[in-house]
């Protein structure tokens, strides 16, 4: 069962655009929900993270967007550039107090931005 | 920049082999995670160590996988025997802050391919 589902699979986006990547969940207990980029041979690295208490976190070109209601979160990253084509994987995490929480994937987007 | 080593990059291996892949995380962090990412799709944890302790081993065939990590600091993950499906790419991960998933880093992990 799949904790997280992300949408699209792959995206192809113009130099310049903006590219918009959407993720969704069902478990309340979710509290926390970071980006993840990976780039080919590569392991995941952390883009940018958000927690339910903002709706809306920015860092540079990269921008979360947190619906609590909705269970919803979507990446946005504006004017795309050729260099961000990679996968970003959304995922969700519920902290469990002085231990860790597990850390659930969505399925990733394959964003190209073409030049 | 500290970074999380992993080896070997590439395994082939033949189906009912044994395989283990190595892990050592960056310096002081005391939590180390063992991910497998199929292709196409978002890492899935397999174990988490917080120092020499698992924390989380619930998703490891234990059949056929085991993780140690001794002294606290690098970790191994054996698969014994191989099979098919478990061509895939192991990542370890490495955190430095109990109770804060967002410090998360990852090694470029290990491509196994059994045939």
């Known amino acids: 069962q799949q904790q997280v589902k992300q949408s699209p699979q792959s995206l192809i986006v113009q130099k310049g655009g903006i590219s918009i990547i959407n993720c969704a969940y069902e478990?309340?207990?979710?509290?926390?929900f970071p980006w993840y980029q990976q780039f080919p041979g590569k392991g995941p690295a952390l883009l940018i993270a958000?927690?339910?208490?903002?709706s809306e976190k920015k860092e540079g070109r990269f921008t979360i967007s947190f619906n609590k209601s909705a269970k919803q979160f979507s990446l946005h990253i504006m004017d795309s550039q050729p260099g961000d084509s990679a996968t970003y994987f959304c995922?969700?995490?519920?902290?469990?107090?002085?231990?860790?929480?597990?850390?659930?994937f969505g399925r990733g987007t394959q964003l190209t931005v073409w030049p | 920049e500290a970074e999380v080593a992993q080896s070997p990059r590439y395994k082939i291996t033949e189906k009912s082999q044994a395989v283990a892949f190595w892990c050592d995380p960056i310096?002081?962090?005391?939590?180390l995670y063992w991910y497998r990412q199929i292709l196409g799709q978002g890492p899935e944890l397999l174990v988490q160590?917080?120092?020499?302790?698992?924390?989380?081993d619930s998703q490891l065939p234990k059949d056929r996988f085991s993780a140690e990590r001794l002294k606290g600091v690098d970790s191994t993950l054996k698969i014994q025997p191989a099979e098919l499906g478990d061509s895939a790419m192991y990542l370890c991960?490495?955190?430095?802050?109990?109770?804060?998933?967002?410090?998360?880093?990852f090694g470029p992990g290990t491509r196994l391919l059994v045939l």
């Open positions: 991960a490495s955190s430095s802050a109990a109770g804060l998933v967002e410090t998360q880093y």
């Open positions: 478990n309340t207990a979710f509290d926390y």
């Open positions: 958000i927690r339910p208490d903002v």
């Open positions: 995922a969700a995490s519920a902290d469990r107090g002085s231990t860790l929480g597990r850390l659930y």
């Open positions: 310096s002081g962090h005391a939590t």
């Open positions: 160590f917080q120092d020499e302790s698992v924390v989380d």
